[in-house]
């Protein structure tokens, strides 16, 4: 739980607008690269320098700032101040512990999303905060980790092809949000995978570790649910034309994340239903158990009482038993026992119990 | 479960747009039957070659273009350039994944829906992705099968008796909508009997299958309510004059399926319902028969226990014991044992334990 | 169940407006009886042939047209025509498995509700479907039993007391729709008994037949909510103006309709409220039995299980066991077991077992 | 339950605006009596004659008009009469089971809700329903039992202190509402005795009367909820200026009543909450009260079975049993025994059974 | 629950607007501080005497009137009279059991919130009564407490730096709803750190008491959603433009104080969850544990029953029993026993009970 809980305690008190990075450290320097770009000029670099970040304010082309790593505070506001971003954007950038949402800053739209990626070595989901802005002619966008699921879109930009480089900033916000979201299917299948697994375990062994398990799974859905839940409202008020940024062409294809959003959250709504499901068989299987054990016992119980009290009876010391002179009394004892037994294994049999 | 989430994660990072068939292949070439009509003409013709399209796209009848398989991208790809669909429109038809929506692309309202089919053999529910374009004067439609259930449709056409003949492309959307939503019930009586089987089984023998069967049925509850819920808002934005292609008298058919649809939903609702109700009364019969197996157990305890001690008593070898002696010494314990039964019977019969 | 859910896949596939008959056939003739009335006069006639009911169709008084029985295809379709219904109104009259609704075709207002009554000898509830329709100045009202709830109304027409006389067509839709809402305040009396009932039998003697009718109950209140929702809403939007037929002192009358709809609706969710509890009673009363039962079992097996072996060790056969000898040997060994009895029930006692 | 369920079904069928006395009678006359005043002048009478109510019907100052016991039909119906009301207010004053509602009958403004009381000596909460309608400057309020919760308000009339003597007659209809109200939280206190007890019980000892009251208190709950639910949308909508008869000042103050009602369900919400969190608990001690029980049984079975199997097997008579001719045979037997107990008491006590 | 429901029957029956303190007496006296600033001057005092109150009324400088300490009613009323405080203002700052809510009184805005700490030494929450008043360049904020969360907010004038002082009465509102939700954070890890302590104990060792504790932990997750819920309302309004003396830069930063609250009602939300997930656990591990207790019971019973009825079979006293003179009868009745053991270990652990 403590990855899902990030420590915010430290800001309390704080002035509105302080800048403090809440989140883990992720090591590592932050990483600046612009793309300028429209359909024929491709222009790439890494910012060595804040103090140049002037120059390209201006320029027309489609001007994308790529930002990797959040916790160093002073380049952040540095960068913050150079691009004139409202002090509770920059806020919100630094502070990982948001949830999704959309705000509209006058120039610019600020939106705030969550990348989710699967650790396989821990075997669980990660999170990580993506912050975008989104201004007339210009997207910055921020990520906390370097290695990013941006990769392939500076890559289709580098290489020209398809729509990208023809259209506005607006369809590379679109691009942005399209591939988070297509990352977010590939985690579903990782937890349907996981959901099918537990459900075969939980037919053939319904053991206390199983439901540790589910109530895990249980656990990942309500995280998932939170920060996709928001996801859905944000991409929605973008599409509705929230902002003056977004171009008619750009609508059909917000829609688009809008749908896979919602196929999202209905996965997750229908692996929560399943889990529940799951829960009520690992219940009736404990039940089932004890009924198997009380069952053996109450045979066992059932066939040996009445054979010891036997035995007992012939046990007695009286001095007047006829029983106990009989030529054939011991075999009789042993045939009337051998019918008890009889007798309550055909009873056990039409009660189904055998 | 691995029929209902399907693999979209090989699309993930690719550009959007880009066509990618996602679902089962069917395993059968892509047949395009192209039907124009109007209340005197009807012509009708398979598709030979994709050039020839262009031909018919002017045509002041109706025509209804009916494609069946969609996993050979290529035939597809070209069938969209010809008619001129929107890329995402044809992403949607190749990816058979879909939620059911409507989405309103101008020119084109382009609708996606689900087709029910029972495998009997199987004794599952099958899916298959239907998406119709509706424009001025004509239908597009795809489904993933060959087998349609469109035949009636189109068998009606040819007949020319109805009112089908006489109206627009509105009312063959409406026709193909109302057939599908038809073949709902369908599935729906299907369930609504293994309910009822379930029900009964539950009621003679309540064994751990049944508790299986019930969760079965009760997933299958879920992705039905996936598939209809969205439905009804299609149907609904269709009607309440989402576009212009719908003409008035049409309405009146579409408020029609609306209300099957809300039908199929408050039934699935229904047997929801009916199937918690199932649960409790499988986990209470579980609970009920370990009480059985309880009072067997104490019953038969409570009875030979104390025989067994009497026995054991006179089973002490004191010397001084002066019962042993006796002459009734042996009956008179056998008259105390059988007292003792007799008095632990008739208490067990006020307990209503027997 | 059977009776709940109706056939309905006898109609897929054909066309819309197709009139099939879907409901249990009841068996007798349709009759017709039509009612012209206004303030002062006053004309009751069976309809012998359907040819003259063009007669009346323009005449300027309130015409009530009395329908019961639907199964007869061929008269009922002959009516339709002959008073100019829509097809989509024929085909949902003689489907007898329709959701609660209201449907405004212009000139006409059709409403579709259930009347509920409840059947003595087999102890459920019945519905049948009622379907009214309603246009400038005549009421078209078809039932599917003989013995209708609309009786009294008649009798109140032809005596000519009170307002209903006065009043237009709508007025006449009102108290329909009033008498029918009325009689569900019967059915739900008839519940509340059986509810109170089965609440008296769970605390004296809870079995498995009492769960067994707490979902029967709940089952009827689910089918009972079916009817009644979506009725709500129907009588709402007749109220707040969905046709030009309504007259403004209609609204009041119809407001109170609402309200008791409310009413019948809120009383249901209290007896599925109840009918919860009593589940969580039965369940723990499951409970606390079999704590009962284990209770008798301990007891028994706590108290005779030492005394047993006490027996055991003086019935050994070794040859120095020096308390055999002793005189006093026996009582004394009585004296002992004594103790442990009295000890042992007195820490049951002191546990609250006893 | 037959409390809260009233007979209605006797006024099936009956013509709308029928008088009929639904509900208990109180055995008392029905007394009325009218008060009029302004700031300076206050006059106070009972109604001896219905003949006289035209007098002041038209008089400038507030009139309000208080009846006590609504079972006398006649004497109701004249009132009824000489006071203009509308016939469904008139049949809704006498029907005691309706739900809070608010009705805008042109002139007049109908209120329906539920005084409640809490009655010591049957320790259950009483309802009581009190009409309010409100004219341009007059007030009526009729309530089922004599001594009213409004005597206070008629005290503070006659004394003249306050703001009640200057405002109009909409201030009279909030006083009347804030004292109903405020009584709720007096029932609530009760209530929230009641819970705090039953907790404090169920701690110490959770027996099955507690479940009992359990679910008494959570029916209680749904029934204040089903009174003080529609009361907020009651007190809202006159709030938010349903009727031209509430001034602008006023409004303040029905917004201060809104917020009681608001709070009083925020506090059933919790009681409800509490009760379930108390249903869990006493099932799950339950649970562990089955544990305890089942655990004394194991420990002396365990301690016992093997002890008497010893003891067995030196009781049995073989003829060549070596043990039994030794001289320290008997005294080992019981060493071992010693050693059998012990060595169990360690096994439990590691398994914290002891 | 004594703390959560507090005493409002005392103020049955009184005239609205008449002042009673209900809430517990802090024991203090009340205190009230008065700061004026602009963003040049900065001026504090201690408010003396209240008739001095008349003097900075008129002020053009923001004024900031901090009261603490509400149960002194006459010092209350004094102020409220000399500021113009409405009645039911003055009547809803000494109740201190009010909901979060927001009002407009024309002139003056009003804001009711709850302040919470975390009490260390009792280990529960606490809650104070927060009602703010925004008036044009005014604020009055009230407290129940001395020792203020709002000191580092008078601080922070103290010393001039920020935006603080720059900014109107709305960005001090702003400031104070800031503060006190950011205290939320704080009180929320504290109670994940307990539901992650109580999860470790669960699986540790699931004893009642943990029971207990997550029954409690439910019952503050249900007082924090009461005090927290309509906040999210209150925040939104105030965005909204509810007042006009909120400007528009001071929206922006109250959308930052509206996320803040959605997320706390999140991880409310999440908490709850989780506290139902361990529930679950908490009864399937009683279940299994009793599983546990009936296996041990079993297997004892399984083994020595046969065994002790062998023992009493060679225990009786029959004339003729062959075996009892058999050379290797004991051993062989040794050996007989030794392998219904073993055979009774090994199906034991066919079934993995061992």
Redesign the interface.
């Known amino acids: 739980?403590?990855k899902?809980?990030k420590?915010?305690?430290k800001?309390?008190?704080l002035?509105?607008?302080t800048l403090v990075h809440i989140g883990e450290e992720q090591g590592e320097r932050t990483r600046i690269r612009v793309l300028e770009y429209d359909e024929v000029n491709f222009h790439e670099r890494g910012l060595e320098s804040l103090e140049e970040c002037f120059l390209f304010k201006k320029e027309p082309t489609v001007t994308w700032v790529n930002v990797e790593g959040v916790h160093e505070v002073a380049v952040l506001e540095k960068l913050g101040n150079c691009f004139g971003l409202?002090p509770?954007v920059m806020?919100?950038i630094l502070n990982t512990?948001?949830?999704p949402?959309i705000?509209n800053?006058g120039e610019d739209l600020f939106i705030v999303l969550k990348i989710l990626s699967y650790d396989e070595s821990k075997g669980e989901i990660g999170a990580e905060q993506a912050s975008l802005v989104l201004r007339a002619n210009a997207v910055l966008s921020f990520t906390e980790k370097e290695k990013s699921v941006f990769t392939?879109i500076q890559d289709?930009l580098r290489n020209g092809?398809?729509?990208?480089r023809k259209m506005g900033a607006d369809y590379l916000v679109?691009?942005l949000l399209?591939?988070i979201v297509?990352?977010y299917?590939?985690i579903?299948?990782k937890l349907?995978e996981k959901?099918?697994e537990l459900?075969e375990i939980l037919?053939a062994n319904p053991s206390?570790a199983v439901?540790?398990q589910i109530?895990t799974l249980?656990?990942e859905m309500?995280?998932l649910r939170?920060w996709v839940w928001p996801l859905r409202e944000v991409i929605n008020s973008l599409e509705k034309g929230e902002s003056s940024w977004i171009r008619e062409g750009t609508r059909?294809?917000l829609?688009?994340v809008y749908?896979h959003t919602?196929?999202v959250m209905?996965?997750i709504e229908?692996f929560r239903?399943?889990l529940s499901?799951m829960?009520?068989?690992?219940?009736?299987?404990?039940?089932?158990?004890?009924?198997g054990?009380?069952?053996?016992?109450?045979i066992?119980?059932?066939i040996?009482?009445?054979?010891?009290?036997l035995?007992?009876?012939?046990?007695?010391?009286?001095?007047?038993?006829p029983?106990?002179?009989?030529?054939?009394?011991?075999p009789v004892?042993w045939i009337i026992m051998a019918s008890v037994v009889v007798f309550m294994l055909i009873s056990f049999r039409r009660k189904?119990?055998l």
């Open positions: 739980m403590a899902f809980i420590k915010r305690s800001k309390a008190g002035p509105p607008g409202h509770l806020e919100d512990d948001q949830r949402k705000e800053y392939p289709r092809k398809g729509r990208l679109y691009t399209d591939i297509d990352h299917f590939a579903l299948e349907g959901v099918e459900e037919l206390a439901l540790q109530q249980k656990k309500i995280f939170r059909f294809y829609r688009d749908d919602v196929q209905d996965t229908i239903d399943m499901g829960l009520d068989i690992y219940l009736s299987s404990l039940n089932n158990r004890m009924n054990v009380m069952k053996v016992l109450t066992i119980a059932t040996f009482m009445p054979l010891t009290f035995a007992g009876v012939y046990g007695m010391n009286f001095k007047h038993m029983e106990l002179e009989w030529r054939w009394g011991y004892v189904k119990w």
